[in-house]
Each structure stands twice: as C-alpha cells, then as structure tokens.
C-alpha cells in the first residue's frame, strides 16, 4: 500500500524509480522494515512543501488520500513524533540528489520568449529564507542585521539559476546568510552549458566568478557596478565598445585580463534617482553583429523573471512571510530542497500545457496549476493510466483561463506597509518567563479538616 502512495500529477517529475536512485545513491535506504520507509518519506517532505498550511498529521492525510477504501483504512497513522524522526534519518542529501537529477532546463526551441538568436535565456540571482528561531538553525545560518539590531528569525541563503522564458529554477546552491551570494554561485558553474546566455545582477560581476562562468562556453550579459573601472579600448558602430575586466588588485600588472564589451544606456524614470538609470552591462559577446547593443539592452530586463519565479516560491506556494517549520539545520535544507522540487514540478506541467497549445508560458496562471497540483494529489494516480488521466484532467483545468497579454509596465520600489513600534525581538526575549499557578495557600484555599 505505502508503494502506491505519489504526489498526484506531480509524480510525473518525481516517478518512483527516480526517487529510489537518489535514495541509493545518497546511502539512505532503510535497512529494516519501517512504517515511514525513504521513499514514502521523500514524498512526504515534496507535499509537506506543496500543502504548508497543513500540520504533519493533515499532510500525510493529504498524501494518501489518493489511496482507495480499504487500503487508506488499513494504513497506519504515524504520529508527528514518529514523522519528524523519520525526516532527521532521511536527512538532506536525497532531497538535493532528487532536484540534481530531475530539474534541468524546460524550454525547447519552440518555446516562446525562451531564447535569444539560438541561446537558451538563463537569470542568476539569490535570496533568503526565514527559518525557525532554534539554537541549531542561529549557529548553522546566522541572522541579519538591521538598523535596529539584529533579525528575529535566522535566514538561509540560496543562489539559483532559472529560465527566463518557463521561470523553471534548474540548479542552485546554499548556504549560511553570512555566504556572499557570489561565493555560492560558484557552485553552479557545472550547470551551465555553452547554449546558454547568462543575465545577473551587478552584484555577481566580479573577476573570479565571471571567468569561471565564461570558461564553461556559455554567454554572459551582467550589469556591472557603478565604480568598476573599465577603460574603452575600442568603439563600435552600435555604440558600445570592448573593454577587459582585470582580476589582479594592481591594474598595472596585466594578470588575469579578460576582454569585455560594454554597453552603456539610460533608463527614463523620473521616480528613479539619476544614479540608478545608468546601467552598464557587461557581456561576453564581442561582436556587435551576432548581439546589438540595443538589443542586448532590451533583453537585460528578462532578468526580472526571476524576480517572478521567487514571487511563486516564496508568496505563493510558501505563503507570505512564512517562517520555514523545520527546528534543525538539515531539516531546513531538506525542506528548501523540497520546496525547489516542488516548484520546479508545478513549472514542468505549466509549460508542458503551454507547449501543447502552443501558447507562451508566461499566459499560464502559476496559482491556477498550483491549486490544480495539490487537488491532484487527493486522487489515485498509483499507474500509469490514472496518472495519465490526473495529468489531462490537471492540464484541461489549468487552461480554462489563460492570463492577459504581458504589458509594458513600471513600479517604484517601495514598501507598502511602515515598520511596526514594537520592539524587535532580541535573544534575552527567546527565553521569556513563563507564569505558573498559584498554589492553593497562595490564594487563601485551605484544605478541608
């Protein structure tokens, strides 16, 4: 019975053989007859990510109630003890090999907006993830600061790779909150294939990192700082000019010299400060004529898509402001591994209904195909046929309403809501005096004679 338990359309990504091999392959394979087994366990972390308002107990409800009459009945209910102990012996490990070998690139050349004059259209940036305030998860991971001290909740830092055209996160990396971004990003260079067209944020465009990056063959097009010193060499009939990146602190020495072109433009916005609407992009395409500098300009804005990628990990598929519920260090990175996979499965059905139809895949409602997800998940899929069926009947639902035509648009970068005049949490607040009852002679209650 617990052989049959899936993740409803969402085992299409994640089949049972593929979840044994990261099973095996990371030595986690149980040695003795359990009533939470690995794999069933693995499935249960990827659902306790896909239902995260639900408690231990309620998500294990949601995981089997695919299974019909007499097996579900005869199913042992574990308990959220013998559920969490389950989760330490399964560990992280599985979780990351699952994503390493499942999640790779969505897009095939047909796909609309996906690529740029044959390169595959790929963002880099980074984010944080509150975890629970334990003592574990503050030592492994550390806290931000603030202008009013130090953060409430300990934050886990990820880099990833994604597509701009499917927003399909592919590879990524973790690490303490205290791990530059850059650092992490490291990591990812093996995921990175010469198809591939690069876009980053100023704050990865440093000597080291860049040049790793170029050296896989792949493209890169990041923005660089404002204070970075590059010299034109050479002007091109586009405007932009080639320009070298120098590693070695002493600009004199001509060690580590990396030639660049760069591209220098203007944004019109009057909500913006002036400083701001310069941009300079750095790329590695050295000849105007296979990527023109205004075309390259325009193109730099597909960056924000992975701005939209984090907006359905992180609001909608993990709610708003949502703390992660694991109490240990590995426990939140298997949970963060889980919640990757996740979204990486809801994106493949996404863009596998959009390429059907032929439609982009930015018309697709990601909320719409997450709620059609977790629906599925309560219905048997245990073969082939049934998950065939699940699959058609989740695709048939999400496309009923396609979103509108993507429109220009701007917004200022503001906070909607002010901070709050409560004092911020401090570490002499986490261990609270508790009140007890008082005792009967405390009160005037004496015993009878």
């Known amino acids: 019975m617990r052989d049959r338990i899936a993740l409803g359309v969402l085992t299409a990504t994640y089949p049972q053989d593929l979840v044994d091999k990261a099973i095996e392959s990371t030595g986690k394979r149980e040695l003795r007859y359990r009533l939470l087994p690995a794999r069933m366990v693995v499935y249960y972390v990827l659902a306790m990510t896909l239902f995260r308002e639900a408690g231990y107990e309620e998500v294990l409800r949601e995981l089997t ?30 979780l990351q090999a699952l994503f390493t070998a499942a999640c790779v690139p969505l897009a095939q050349l047909d796909t609309r907006g996906a690529f740029y004059r044959g390169w595959r259209v790929v963002s880099m940036d980074g984010t944080t993830l509150d975890t629970a305030d334990t003592a574990d998860n503050a ?5 931000p600061g603030s202008s009013r001290g130090e953060s ?33 990003a490291r990591q990812l260079v093996a995921a990175i294939d010469p198809g591939m067209l690069i876009l980053a944020d100023r704050g990865f465009t440093a000597h080291p990192l860049f040049s790793a990056m170029a050296g896989t063959g792949a493209q890169l097009c990041w923005r660089a700082k404002a204070n970075a010193v590059l010299p034109v060499l050479e002007r091109y009939p586009d405007g932009s000019f080639r320009s070298e990146l120098v590693a070695s602190p002493d600009k004199r020495s001509r060690k580590d010299v990396l030639v660049v072109r760069v591209i220098e ?22 000849d105007p004529k296979l990527a023109p500098a205004h075309e390259l300009a325009a193109l730099y804005s597909e960056r924000w898509e992975f701005e939209s990628a984090l907006d359905e990990l992180k609001t909608h598929q993990r709610g708003p402001r949502v703390v992660l519920r694991s109490k240990t260090s590995d426990g939140v990175y298997q949970e963060a591994w889980g919640m990757l996979c996740v979204h990486y499965a809801i994106r493949a ?3 596998q209904a959009a390429h059907d139809s032929d439609i982009d895949p930015d ?26 069926a699940a699959i058609l009947h989740a695709t048939q639902e999400i496309l009923e309403e396609l ?22 949490k401090r570490p002499e607040h986490r261990h609270w005096p508790q009140p007890t009852l008082p005792t009967p002679a405390a009160i005037g209650i004496l015993s009878p004679p």
Do not use: H, W
């Open 403 to 424: 979103l509108p035509r993507r429109r220009l648009r701007a917004n200022p970068r503001v906070v909607r809501r002010k901070m709050t005049s409560f004092a911020v």
């Open 139 to 143: 030592q492994t991971f550390g806290r």
């Open 65 to 94: 109630e695919g299974l019909l009459g007499r097996a579900r009945n005869a199913l042992q209910r574990p308990s959220s003890v013998a559920i969490s102990k389950a989760r330490a012996r399964l560990g992280s490990a599985p």
């Open 363 to 388: 018309r697709v409602s990601f909320t719409r195909t997450l709620r059609a997800a977790r629906r599925s998940s309560r219905r048997s899929v245990g073969d082939k046929v049934s998950l065939a």
């Open 349 to 351: 059905l996404l863009c």
């Open 265 to 286: 433009y203007t944004i019109e916005d009057p909500g913006r400060p002036q400083a701001e609407s310069a941009y300079r992009l750095v790329t590695t395409i050295l």
């Open 152 to 184: 409430a909740f300990p934050q886990l830092r990820i880099v990833a790779l994604a597509e701009s055209g499917t927003k399909a996160i592919f590879a990524a990396a973790m690490g303490a909150y205290g791990t530059g971004e850059p650092t992490l």
